[in-house]
């Protein structure tokens, strides 16, 4: 779940999306600044049990501060109030326990009140010109800057410091234990010494909401580690497979494979073919293990039987799927900047076409492998009918 970014006029609604629609922004922010010859920072906050923490008195305030007054504040009030808590083990249950703080986990509320609970730490990072997302209790900002700016070490301090204030004033603690900084370096590769000191060091790679992102955004590591994981699913599955259907064997596949093969795949886009291939062979493994098939017999068929679409076209498709939501104007506010609709000066029958802008000859070499280049010429390449 997003907290909303209110400085931004954007409503809680429009930010409580996926968490591919975060990383697209956030992976696509990074790419554009490095085809700028920019640095960036990303830097991924972590917090310590932060459901269980939230102050009552500090989230009703924040509530009654966004207008929402009277009764339906005394409906919040009242859902907060009289709560408590008891720890079952082995049969005996301790004595309940009043609980003053938190917002219930599991429940519909919970996230959407903890979302509006952090909405004013957005302000605070503002206020040091970083730009910055928010996923529950992972909180990630990013900063792009030339190589030559000597103000970066002492902004990028300076917030973080305003971070931890704010964070102490709203019963909330930083887990600098998983909390990352992750340097991606400007194209042409510029060298550059930085002392930021965040209680973790700097690393190549960082975990964000599930998806491993490299300093050179190739994600080959994300890559390798979904392959790894796809091979024990796999390997798990041919020890069991004798004694399944081959439905049951389709189904068991499209749950631990398939899903982390799709997962957030339309990051993947514009890849060369070479990078994606170890995703394929799995694919192609999945396939043959559902059907009871050898190594040597192409997957070509099987795929038809499955209605499964080869890894690139399932890259692809999900890429189409954010052009489509674009065009219709269903894509997030935050995405809308990543593709354009064309709107010609002169009303001509292309006008109806919804087509996207495609950037320029000049800067297609510098754009390599942004969304922004690769989706709008797959998507003005698509019939129209589709």
Not at 124 to 136: E, L, M, P, R, T
Not at 154 to 179: E, F, G, P, V
Request: aromatic share 10%; charged share 15%.
């Amino acid at each position: 779940m997003w907290f909303p970014n209110f400085a931004r006029g954007e409503s809680t609604a429009n930010q409580m999306k996926s968490a591919l629609d975060l990383l697209l922004s956030v992976v696509e922010a990074l790419r554009l600044a490095r085809a700028k010859s920019k640095f960036s920072k990303l830097i991924l906050l972590d917090l310590y049990t932060p459901f269980d923490t939230v102050n009552h008195q500090i989230l009703l305030s924040t509530i009654l501060a966004k207008g929402i007054s009277a009764t339906a504040l005394q409906w919040f009030e009242s859902y907060l109030s009289d709560r408590s808590f008891k720890v079952s083990w082995r049969g005996e249950a301790s004595k309940s326990q009043h609980l003053t703080t938190g917002v219930p986990q599991g429940s519909v509320l919970g996230p959407l009140l903890f979302i509006v609970y952090m909405a004013s730490l957005g302000s605070v990072i503002q206020k040091h010109g970083f730009s910055y997302y928010g996923n529950a209790d992972d909180t990630q900002l990013y900063l792009s800057f030339h190589p030559d700016d000597p103000t970066v070490a002492a902004r990028i301090s300076a917030c973080l410091t305003d971070i931890s204030y704010w964070m102490k004033d709203h019963h909330l603690q930083l887990n600098l234990a998983k909390t990352e900084l992750l340097v991606v370096p400007a194209n042409p590769v510029f060298h550059h010494n930085f002392t930021i000191k965040l209680g973790t060091s700097t690393t190549t790679t960082a975990r964000n909401l599930g998806v491993m992102i490299d300093d050179q955004l190739t994600f080959s590591d994300h890559i390798a580690k979904t392959v790894r994981s796809c091979r024990f699913a796999l390997f798990n599955i041919k020890k069991i497979r004798p004694f399944l259907s081959e439905h049951a064997a389709q189904l068991l596949v499209q749950a631990l494979v398939l899903s982390r093969l799709d997962y957030c795949n339309a990051l993947l886009a514009g890849l060369p073919a070479s990078s994606i291939k170890p995703l394929q062979l799995i694919q192609n493994a999945a396939a043959r293990l559902i059907f009871n098939e050898p190594k040597i017999i192409s997957v070509t068929l099987l795929f038809i039987s499955l209605h499964w679409l080869p890894i690139a076209a399932r890259i692809k498709f999900k890429a189409l799927m954010f052009a489509y939501k674009t065009t219709t104007g269903s894509a997030p506010l935050y995405l809308n900047s990543l593709l354009q609709t064309y709107v010609p000066s002169i009303s001509f029958r292309s006008a109806s076409e919804r087509r996207l802008i495609v950037p320029s000859q000049r800067s297609k070499k510098s754009l390599s492998r942004t969304f922004k280049l690769n989706v709008p010429s797959w998507w003005n390449d698509l019939p129209n009918s589709i």
